[in-house]
Structure formats: C-alpha cells, structure tokens
C-alpha cells in the first residue's frame, strides 16, 4: 500500500508580493522577451493573446523567428521577471545556458523587477497539446552579482508528447555555472492531463528547495540558491514548424512571496 503524499504547506499568511490574473500585461512585473541580451529584439519577442476567460495564452505562430540562428528550430514565447547583460560582445548576461558560448547582441539594462533570493511561487497553468511544444517555468541566476550566482530551479518542465491520463514533467535543480550547486533534475509523474488547469509550487530558502504540484510534494533537496533570481515561464517550439498554428499553452495565475 503506497504512503500517502506529503503535502506542501499553506501559503503565508499575507498578501502576496506579487499576484498577477494577467488582466493585462504589466511592464512593471514581466518583460515579453525571452534572453534578450542573446539574440536581437525580433527573435526574443513573445507572441501572446489575453485570453477571454482571464490569464494570458503564451503562443508560437507560424512566421516566428527562431530565437537564434544558430539554434534553428527553436521557437519561443517568455515572460520574465526582469534582465541583465554586459555590453554588446561580452559574456555577460543571465542564465549562459548554452556551452557553446553565448556572446551579448543586444545591451540589456538591469531590471530587477522582481528579483528573490528565498520564497514561495504558485503558478498555475495548462500545458501545450500541441506538436512540439514544451512549456517550462524556472528560476535562473540574475548574475548582475556575480557570474556564479548562476544556479537554477526548474520548476517544471512539460514537453506536449509526455501529456496523456498521467502527465510526465522534468523537475529539479541545475548548477550551471555555480561551483556551490550540484544538478539535481529527475522525471516527476503527475496523475492527471496536464493540459489541464493545475498549480505547480516551488518553496527555496535556508538550504533547502522543494517543488510540489495540486498540494502535494514531488521533490525536496538539501540545497538552494541564495541570490537574486529571475522567474521565467516560456513556450518552447523546437523541431521544424509542422502542425497547427497558433500553438499555445495558458498562463492563468501567478503568486509569490518573498522571504529573503
């Protein structure tokens, strides 16, 4: 007989720092590019629709740029919650993901819109059906600091093909560039379509990161970064465009707290 699932904790008991319905598209809380500093402003660019029914429907369309040519397919649709970056040519910028050296193109300024460094974030979402879509929220280094304080917190990723009676998401911890962190990242499996509407909740502070979904606890790990993060929730094509379009998954509700 299975143990019953630990169960996350209440929110505090506060108004949070940030709640946003996505009524509208606040510049105050989100800016619609996704890495901006990487590529140039016409391939970062989100294509988005405010949906009828509240919460805002990240998109891919059919005559989107891939984000760069050099990672051609890859299309995407990001909200995040601000940007850094060196001057054009440097190495400078959040989230350096890629291996293969990532050089500015565009000058960012810094914009800490909404930058924790401990916390609690519930955010609810449907997932993308559509052929070749992941939908992806994370938390990623700032690295205005320093280069190190590039750690990550993935929240959830949730590639459309995984989706089905049960749903199977990537959730954990990635080091990147910070020698203080190891990669932590394993399948969760969600008993229910993730295309469906449902509340995904990372809580991360004092060393510690725990990341559940509807209530209960999928992961928890020794181990937290301690800096300012960005919170990025994106739409992922990748492959040659093929489908429908528009392709889209919906963005309903955003919660946080700050707690460091």
Not at 134 to 141: E, K, P, R, S, T
Request: hydrophobic share 35%; net charge negative.
């Amino acid at each position: 007989m299975n143990a019953p699932a630990e169960k996350l904790p209440p929110p505090p008991g506060r108004e949070p720092d940030l709640d946003d319905d996505f009524a509208e598209l606040s510049p105050r809380r989100w800016v619609p590019h996704y890495l901006p500093q990487w590529t140039t402003p016409e391939r970062s660019v989100a294509r988005y629709r405010l949906a009828e029914s509240g919460g805002i429907e990240l998109r891919i369309e059919e005559d989107q740029l891939d984000w760069r040519p050099e990672d051609a397919p890859l299309r995407v649709s990001n909200l995040q919650t601000g940007t850094y970056s060196g001057a054009v040519g440097s190495r400078r910028g959040t989230h350096r993901h890629r291996e293969d050296g990532l050089v500015v193109r565009t000058e960012t300024p810094q914009q800490l819109l909404w930058a924790p460094s401990a916390g609690r974030i519930d955010i609810t979402v449907s997932a993308s059906l559509d052929e070749g879509c992941m939908l992806a929220a994370w938390l990623v280094g700032t690295e205005h600091v320093s280069e190190a304080d590039s750690g990550e917190i993935c929240v959830f990723e949730i590639d459309a093909d995984a989706i089905g009676d049960t749903t199977t998401a990537r959730s954990g911890l990635k080091a990147h560039h910070d020698p203080r962190m190891t990669t932590d990242m394993a399948e969760v499996t969600l008993p229910f379509d993730a295309s469906t509407q449902h509340t995904w909740t990372v809580l991360w502070g004092e060393g510690e990161t725990v990341i559940g979904c509807e209530g209960a606890v999928l992961r928890r790990m020794p181990q937290a970064p301690d800096y300012p993060l960005f919170l990025m929730i994106d739409l992922f094509e990748s492959g040659p465009p093929r489908g429908r379009y528009p392709k889209s998954a919906l963005l309903h509700r955003v919660r946080a707290w700050q707690t460091l």
